[in-house]
Each structure stands twice: as C-alpha cells, then as structure tokens.
C-alpha cells in the first residue's frame, strides 16, 4: 500500500489508554496534496489516531507502540519543544467545535496573528487580513477586529482554518470541520476546504462519520472498527464495491428514498469496547458472513485490486444485488414497509396547527422592558393526520423546536390557535401528544433507574392498572430486556437510551409522538435502528409523528409530507415527493443542493452567508440577502402564499 | 449520684449526628453516592483527615454529655455547675490550678515575685507542676525525658492494641485506605501517649493568666468549634436548598423576590449584622434571666444565638449557586419530559433536581465547616462570638492579645489554640477537597 511519494507515513500506530488499546496498528500513508479521509462511527478511535499525530493525547492516554513519519521527521522521537514548531506549523489541525477552539477574549485577528509570529512571520496585519480572505470571510479588515461571540458559527470556523494556515501547513488534519455546522454552512466550509486544498496542493487527513462528506472530499478513504483500521481504498473503488461487511452495512444502513419502502439493514449488536480481548476478527459478533476461522484468528490484509486493501478472512468480494451490502431482507408483517396510513376522508385532522407564533421578548435597561421581540416562531400553520409522519426541516435557529414544544404546550404561545382531533387546546395535553427529545444523554435522568423514568408518566397521570408489568412490556416494545428496569442509564449506549425515551413517551399511549432530532446525536448504524424501530410503532400503534430534523434523507425515508423553516415561518410545504423532488423555493433548492451525496454529481446552487438573526429579520423576504433569484419586490415585501398544487405551497414570489 | 442534663445544643448536635448516619445508610442505597463516597474511602488524604476528624469529634461528643453532680448532704440537691463526661475524665486538669502564669512543663511559675520571709525576690514553685519532684528540681529534665519515652511506649501498645481491634473492619471493607487511617492513629497514639503521663505531673501546655491548665481549655474548645461549624450548616441548609431551588426552577416573581431577599442580605456587611443581632441577643438573654436555671444553659443559648445568626447571613452563596444549578437543570430534556408528562412541579423539583444537586450541598456543606470554625474565632475575638463562660479557640485567641503584649511575651495558649485550630480546619479541608473531586460530576465514573 506503501505510495513512493508519501508525506505522512503511519505504522503500526497504537494507542494505550490504562490497558486498553483504543486504537491498534493503525498504518496508512498520506502523500501530498491528496486528502485521505478517515471514516468510522463515535468510538472507534478515529479522533484519537489524529491526536495521537499531532501528540495531543490526553493526559491517561500515550502512543503505546508505533511509528509517525511527516515528510523527513519521525515525529514519535521530537522533543516537545521541537514538536510545538511542527504543530500549527507544517502540521495545521482543525476540530470540530470552533467556539471552544478559539479564545472568547482575544480577537480573532489578534488569535491569527500569533498563529503567525508563533512560526515567525511577523508582518502581521496584513498577512491576517489575506488569510481571512483567503478562507471567505467578507469585509476581512473589519472582521479581524472582531471577537469570536460576534461571528457565526461557520465564520468561527472559517477563522479556525485561517489559523492553521497561517503556519503554511504541508498537511491539515481536519476532526469533523462540519458536524457542528447545518448543512448550508457545511457546503461552504468544505467547498472553502477543497478549493484551498487544492490552490496550495495541501495534504489533508480528514476525519468524519459522514459518508456524504466523504464521497465529496475524499481521494482514499480509511474504514475503521473498533480501534483498527479495516479497510484502506480509492474513492471510486470505495463507493462503488466496498469491500469489508462493516462498511456495506454502514451503506445499507443509511435511510435514502431507495429505502423508503423498506425497514432499514442495521448492524445487530453494539462496538465491543476497548480493553476486549479479541481473539479473531473484531467485527465477528455483528457480521452476516463470518467464516468459522474468523473468531478464531485475526484477518489479514488483502489486495482485493491495487490500492484497495481489506481485513477480512473473505476470499473475494460476494457479488452485490439490489442495493449495496443489504443483506437482510425484511420480514415485517404486511410488506414490511414503514408504515403511513392513506388521508382519511372527512375527519377532522390529528393536529391542526394556524398562525402559530412564539415569541420571546428582548429585555433591557433597568425596569427590564420589553424593547423587542425575538420572533422565534411566526406563523406556522401546520395540518397532521392521524397515522401519518411530518417533517419540519430547517436549520438551526429558524425555530422548528420552538414549534414542537409550543404545540406540545412546553413553551407558551403568543399568538396562534391549536386544535387536537377539532377541538381546541390550551396546555399540555400529556395523554395525547409526547415528545423524544435530541440528546439521550440529557433526556433521562441519571438518578433514576430505567424502570422509574419509564413509568413516570404513569405515576403522574395516576393511570390505572401495575405499573411494573406495563413497564415491562414498554421496554419489550422498543426491543430492550425487561430485566434492564433495574439499572440505571449510564449503563446503557445512545441508541439504547434513545429507546427508553420513547419508551417513556409512549406510556401514557398518545396518539402523537414529536420527535424532535431523535436520531442526530446517533451513529448511522444506530440511527438505521431507531428510525426502524419508529416505523414499526408507527404500523402497530397508528401513530402520528411530528418529525423534527435537519436530515433530508431521514425525511425523505419516512415523512409523507415535509415543511421547510426559514426564520420562524414555513417557506414551502407538500409532499415529501413535491417538495424535495420538485422544489420551487429557493431556500428548499439550496438546502437540498447542500446536501453532500454519496451518488456523487457534486453540489450545486448553493447559497452564500449565515441566516438572518430572528431578533432583526431582513425586512421583505427573510431570505433575499442570500437569495439568487431576489428582486426589488422581494426586498420589499413578505411573499404570500402560492399554492402549485393540492398540496404544495410555496412562499416565494418567483417559485421556479 | 448525677443528674444528666440534655442541653439544646447537645441535642442539636446528636440529632446532627443521628442523621449523618442516616445519611449514610441512604446514600448506600444510593448507586451514584455510594460510587463516590467509596471514592473518598479509597483516597489516602480523605481516610486520614477523616480519622483525625473522628478523634475531634470524639471530645465533641464526650464534651456533651452533661450532668449535674449531687450535692453531699441529705435532699435532692444539685450542683449549680453544669459538667461533662469530658470534664469528669479530665478531672485532674480542671482542679489542678496554679496561682497564674506557667509556662508548659514548667516547674515554677512565669513571673518572679516576692517570697515569703526575706528571700528576695524568684519565681515560687508550683503548686501541682512537678509536685512530684519534691523542692529539689534538678531531676526536672531526665523526668520529662522518662516520661515521654513511656508515653511512647504506651502510645505503642494502645496502637496495636487499635490494630487488632481494626482487623474484622479492614476484612469486611478491604478496598478503603485502612494504612492511612493506621498510621494517622500511630502518629495520634504517638503524640497522646506522652501528653497522657506527663499531664499527670506537669502542666503539659502550661496555665494561663488565672492558673487554668492550657490543655484542659484546648479540649473544650473543640466542642465549640464542630457546634458552631455543623449546627450553623444544619440551620442555613434548609432554607438555602428550598429558596436556591425554587427560585431557579420557578422563575418570574419568585426568583425576583428570592434574588431581592439575598441581595439585599449580602449588602449589609456580614460583621455588623452579626455584630448588631449578637448584642441584641444579650440584652434578651439578659432581661430573662429565668429562662436558664444554669448559667451553662445561658451560655448554651448564646451559643446557638451565633450558630443561627451565622446561618442567616451564610445561606445566600448556597442558596446563589444552587440557584444557577436549577436553572440549568430545569431546561434539561428530562426535565422537559417530565413537564411534558405532566408531572407536578414539586414532585419535578423533588425528583429530579434536588438529587441532581446533592452534589453541590455536599461539598457546600464540607467547605463551609472549616470556614465556620474560622468565624467563630474571629467573631470572639472582637467579641462578639460565644459567651464569655464558653471557652473557644476564638475566646483563647482573644486573651492571647495581651498576654502577647507581655515581656516576656506568653505565647502558649495562642500557640496551643492555634495549633488545635489548624489541625482541624486542615483535616476538614483536606477532607472536602476529596469529597468534592469525589462528587464531582465531571470526574470519571
Ligand atoms: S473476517 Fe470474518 S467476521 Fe470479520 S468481517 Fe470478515 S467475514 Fe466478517
Ligand atoms: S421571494 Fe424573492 S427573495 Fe424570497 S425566496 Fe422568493 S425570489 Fe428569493
């Protein structure tokens, strides 16, 4: 595998946490100007690898064994001294959450400059201002006096990148740039990324868990599992036959609408964790086609074609049918489909939802007036069926939470009227409508033990009938063991903790369920489950999902109609077919563009600058400033609504 | 024949700690306060600060137990003096008095003075330090010397005697820090040991300025010192969690009200109202002097004056921090959840924010303790701590003012409190800093 020209040559790379071994000889080669990405799920030790390079390991953890080269150096015999010249130097790394990454008192123009001095190139003023051009930050003088609190998050990161080339860096290590950004920044940041990489013909290690990412960004990619690398291949070769069973799973598991009508491939089973001694191939337990010498001895590598190396016992690749690596079929009652129940006729709607509006007051002074208003949500009108799946889509800030939890009476609307099955609502309504919330580390009380988290909706709406027995069959219903109601949740994995917040939330038996981002804290492989699993509930017990997200292609996989946010109102609403198949708002197009896809074909059209704060929203159209369509009509009012077809509605006043 | 007497501090203090180990018992039930009070047992530092702290508290309890002692004669008639079974076992400290000053050890007094017939002017003999030597002192030194190889001696075998009595303990818990705990006890047997013998000849720490034995004052201060560092915390405590907590978790005009209450406490200087609220204490003591039937219970009433004034004006930094701590909590998604359920505010304060901050009370309760002994001492010695009958670390100090202004100077009762007072505070800051990395919530589990 070894390329003749390589920049970064790792061998046989360990690293030792206690006795543990989180990542294990780990070998790859970087040559120059290519970009190597590094692609596994949380745990597997990708982020480790890279801090092992730069040797910023923390404090428990040390390079057990191993060898870096970067270019002539060996970097494992530098001295710290000698080693801080490398970091930040020819060596550049970026991470993933730029507003910890930077210092809240400095500005960032003062940040950059020290980046220079500190690799002594001291005309400062000047090189600051052209790096921040360089990396896309309109207005660079002005911003460069700026602090970090006063820029977006994409500037923040955009300033990041500036730091570490202000070191000139041969190669840049880049740990997840944009899992922290929403989709449109995203496409900026990795175009701002690629174009750099090219123009100074940089290496660059990228590591993420997002195929899309790296299907556009990559030249060769790096699969790892459970602190090994298991396969190394080309792009093309990569997307087009992976060859390791983990990897084809992890395809098979994304949701797309070639999934739609089908349960999603999952890996059974969870990473074993570090410190496991294993005795054959790690990935053993979980794989579909394990030979019986797998558990017995380690896989070696093989060629499967030039460049393309897997860890694997299997001789030849199994021929591919249908869809990448699935392998499962679904035996799922009828079809096995997730389930979506056709309109019912006449009846009124599950949820209907008109003129909608939180919000929040701006205080100041001493008497603590309101001088503003926040308009967090502005308007929402939303219609939900029984049995049927919603989406709201939109990104960060344009006020789709706000939305879930004024209708489930969580946050007080201040305009706006709600009506359950046609009657009016005011409130909670605890036994009708739920909620799964985003973070299953901040949703469950780590004091409780499952079985009391699971039962306390029964014990605070007093309902009828043992308790303990329903909260067994609650867990058997999301597919855990009854006997784990006596533990507590810190013992459990995201997904599985995922599972006893819907757990809880179904107890009371509502009849809506709102889901707001329950799978993005989650791996793809545990997402695939948990959007499995909602499917099935959804078929058995005929509920009604308010989906909150900002994943297309979770939307794509299972909403019968999607709304998309902008700034607190609903800027196009239909179909999932109508809308992300045929979108007519320019907003819906760009954020569909942004979309990194495995297919490839790039990504187009997209949209320039940070949304609008919703304090003080561009008058007109919010979305003119970034729109490419805009004319003077747009400047100067909100559009109305234009409806395209029976259930398509559009706010723009040019729908393409 | 005695008459035991139940003080309200006494009570205060055993109901303090009945409910320590009711505490205990929970938090061993208690998954996650299990884990890290068996992380503060595995720890060196915190087994060794705990020992000492037990032996403190072993004088603290000794000290409160409280009787009166029957006159002699035939009716039912009682000492006036109020005595404790400290004061019973240290019998020969309290009544071996010396005219004034000596300093430790000594075999004379501090001061020279006039003797009787014409002898001049030489420092008179004492009564009872070093009695045993008769008029000839020459042999003062190898006595002291023989007594504190014998006290080592003693202290030795009381140690292994400790030893084997640990051994059924060590067996049932082997993962605690049991050599910390053993060779603190060593050093403690050590030092005891000699003080043990030599007190019964000399005045080990010297006398003070009425002739009291300066070991014996020393002893009794550490009651009031863990008094006045537990039972404050037990009186602010309540308050500090319920205000803290609700005005974080309810908002709007309760917090407001709340936050206007504790700002405006923390404005007025802390000493002045204290200062302010002792003094008027005194004058209602004073007024009613037929509220107390012993001059003991006045001073006991004073004493819990202080303890709850310092609670008053202590509670608001709690009461602040756990305030910040509930409105981070309450935006949390189980709290959400838990709303969304519908379960009632009091039982979502209950249930999932006050166990989510014990935490913060637990080491709030830790770090104020040494804090508390510190107060104390300063607040007596611009006098307006304990009652004067009350002896303290803070009432020693403040005599050690003069007798610092001597020449020469007396430094044995400052250096003697001093000395008492820094063990203390240092074991019981020792100890919270473990329990806090302990409870910390960001420490690895
Ligand atoms: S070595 Fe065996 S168990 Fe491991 S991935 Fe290959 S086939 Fe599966
Ligand atoms: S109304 Fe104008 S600015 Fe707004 S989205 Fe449509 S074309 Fe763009």
Redesign the interface.
């Known amino acids: 595998m070894s390329l003749p020209m390589s920049l970064l040559r790792v061998r046989d790379l360990s690293v030792a946490i206690g006795d543990a071994l989180p990542v294990e000889d780990v070998s790859f080669d970087i040559a120059a100007g290519e970009t190597f990405a590094l692609l596994g799920e949380s745990g597997c030790g990708k982020s480790l690898t890279a801090l092992a390079l730069m040797r910023l390991l923390p404090p428990a953890a040390r390079i057990a064994s191993g060898a870096v080269r970067f270019a002539d150096t060996d970097l494992c015999a530098l001295s710290e001294a000698r080693m801080r010249d490398v970091r930040g130097g020819k060596l550049g790394m970026i991470f993933q959450e730029p507003s910890s990454s930077l210092n809240p008192v400095m500005t960032v123009g003062a940040q950059i400059a020290e980046a220079l001095r500190l690799h002594g190139d001291a005309a400062a003023r000047e090189r600051v201002v052209e790096l921040l051009a360089a990396v896309g930050i309109p207005d660079p003088a002005r911003r460069a006096g700026e602090y970090p609190f006063q820029m977006s998050g994409g500037m923040k990161q955009r300033a990041m990148i500036a730091m570490a080339l202000a070191g000139e860096p041969e190669l840049l290590i880049a740990d997840e740039p944009t899992t922290a950004l929403d989709v449109t920044i995203q496409a900026q940041v990795l175009d701002l990324l690629r174009a750099l990489q090219r123009r100074r013909a940089m290496a660059m290690l990228l590591i993420t868990h997002d195929l899309g990412v790296v299907a556009n960004m990559a030249d060769r990619v790096g699969v790892m599992y459970a602190g090994q690398l298991v396969e190394i291949a080309p792009r093309a070769a990569f997307f087009a036959a992976p060859g390791h069973p983990y990897a084809r799973r992890l395809f098979a598991a994304l949701p797309d609408t070639a999934a739609r009508r089908s349960r999603l491939a999952t890996i059974p089973g969870s990473v074993p964790p570090p410190g496991t001694r294993h005795a054959g191939c790690r990935f053993v337990e979980r794989c579909g086609e394990a030979l019986p010498v797998c558990h017995a001895a380690p896989p070696p590598w093989r060629e499967y074609a030039p460049g393309h190396a897997v860890r694997c016992h299997l001789p030849a690749l199994p021929v591919l049918a249908g869809k990448v690596g699935v392998t499962e079929g679904n035996p799922c009652g009828t079809g096995g489909t997730v389930a979506d129940a056709a309109a019912p006729g006449g009846a009124p709607p599950l949820l209907a939802v008109s003129d909608l509006q939180v919000y929040f007051p701006i205080r100041k002074g001493v008497l603590r007036r309101a001088v503003g208003h926040v308009r967090a949500v502005d308007g929402v009108s939303l219609v939900l069926h029984a049995g049927r799946t919603l989406a709201l889509v939109g990104e960060s800030g344009c006020g789709k939470t706000t939305v879930g939890?004024a209708i489930?009476?969580?946050q007080a609307p201040s305009g706006g009227a709600l009506a359950l099955d046609g009657a009016p609502l005011a409130g909670?309504a605890?036994r009708r409508?739920?909620?799964v919330?985003?973070?299953p580390y901040?949703?469950?009380?780590?004091?409780?033990r499952v079985g009391e988290?699971v039962a306390?909706?029964l014990c605070?709406?007093r309902l009828p009938g043992d308790h303990a027995a329903q909260v067994r069959e609650l867990l058997a219903q999301v597919g855990l063991d009854a006997a784990m109601a006596g533990r507590?949740p810190?013992e459990f994995s995201g997904g599985q903790r995922q599972r006893i917040?819907i757990a809880?939330?179904l107890?009371?038996r509502p009849g809506l369920l709102i889901c707001d981002e329950p799978t993005s804290a989650l791996d793809v492989s545990v997402q695939a489950q948990i959007l499995n699993l909602l499917g099935d509930l959804q078929a058995r017990l005929g509920l009604a999902y308010l989906f909150i997200t900002h994943n297309i292609a979770v939307v794509d996989y299972l909403a019968r109609e999607v709304a998309v946010m902008y700034l607190g109102r609903i800027v196009e609403r239909g179909t999932t077919e109508a809308v992300l198949r045929g979108a007519r708002h320019p907003y819906t197009q760009a954020l569909l563009a942004a979309v990194p896809r495995i297919a490839g074909g790039g990504v187009e059209a997209r949209v320039a600058g940070d949304p609008p704060s919703p304090a003080n929203p561009p008058p007109g159209c919010h979305f003119h400033p970034r729109c490419p369509r805009a004319e003077a009509r747009c400047r100067a009012s909100y559009p109305d609504e234009t409806t395209l077809a029976a259930d398509h509605v559009v706010r723009c006043h040019f729908p393409a | 024949m005695i008459k035991p007497v139940l003080l309200w501090s006494d009570l205060l203090f055993f109901l303090l700690i009945a409910a320590t180990f009711a505490g205990g018992w929970l938090a061993a039930r208690t998954e996650h306060l299990r884990l890290a009070w068996r992380r503060v047992g595995r720890s060196r530092v915190a087994m060794a600060a705990a020992t000492l702290l037990a032996a403190f508290l072993l004088i603290g309890v000794l000290d409160s137990l409280h009787y009166r002692e029957r006159l002699p004669g035939d009716g039912e008639n009682y000492a006036v003096e109020v005595r404790s079974a400290l004061d019973a076992l240290l019998t020969g400290l309290r009544t071996r008095q010396e005219r004034t000053y000596s300093a430790p050890l000594a075999t004379h007094l501090f001061a020279k003075e006039s003797l009787e017939g014409d002898q001049g002017r030489d420092f008179p003999r004492l009564k009872h330090g070093g009695a045993h030597l008769g008029a000839d002192t020459a042999g003062h030194g190898a006595d002291l010397l023989a007594k504190t190889v014998q006290g080592m001696g003693v202290g030795v075998v009381a140690w292994l005697v400790l030893w084997l009595g640990f051994l059924p303990a060590r067996q049932a818990a082997p993962h605690l820090a049991w050599d910390a705990v053993l060779a603190t006890l060593f050093a403690l047997c050590l030092v005891a040991g000699p003080v043990l013998l030599l007190a019964q000849g000399y005045h080990v720490l010297g006398t003070d300025k009425v002739g009291q034995d300066v070991l014996y004052l020393t002893l009794k201060s550490v009651r009031t010192g863990l008094l006045i560092g537990t039972l404050t915390t037990l009186i602010m405590l309540p308050a500090a969690v319920a205000l803290g907590l609700l005005a974080g978790y309810a908002g709007g005009w309760i917090d407001d009200v709340i936050q206007y209450l504790y700002t405006t406490l923390n404005s007025i200087p802390g000493v002045l109202l204290i200062a302010a609220s002792v003094l008027m204490m005194q004058v209602v003591i004073d007024t009613h002097p037929d509220w107390f039937a012993t001059a003991a219970e006045r001073a006991d009433a004073r004493l819990l004056a202080l303890c709850a004034i310092l609670g008053i004006t202590s509670w608001t930094g709690l009461c602040r921090l756990l305030r910040g701590e509930a409105l981070k909590l309450r935006e949390l998604e189980y709290v959400q959840a838990a709303r969304a359920l519908g379960v009632s505010g009091a039982r979502i304060l209950w249930r999932h924010i006050l166990p989510n901050v014990m935490h913060i009370v637990m080491i709030a309760i830790v770090m104020d303790f040494s804090g508390l002994v510190l107060a104390e001492a300063v607040l007596s010695y611009i006098g307006i701590g304990v009652d004067p009958n009350t002896v303290s670390f803070g009432s020693m100090i403040n005599t050690a003012r003069m007798e610092l202004a001597r020449e020469p100077m007396v430094w044995w009762s400052l250096a003697a409190a001093f000395a008492f007072m820094f063990v203390l505070v240092l074991a019981a800051n020792l100890f919270a800093d473990v329990v806090r990395d302990a409870f910390d919530p960001r420490a690895s589990r």
């Open positions: 939890k489930l009476g969580l909670l605890p409508m739920q909620m919330f985003q973070d901040g949703s469950l009380n780590p004091r409780l988290i306390e909706g605070a709406l507590y810190h917040a809880r939330a107890a009371v």
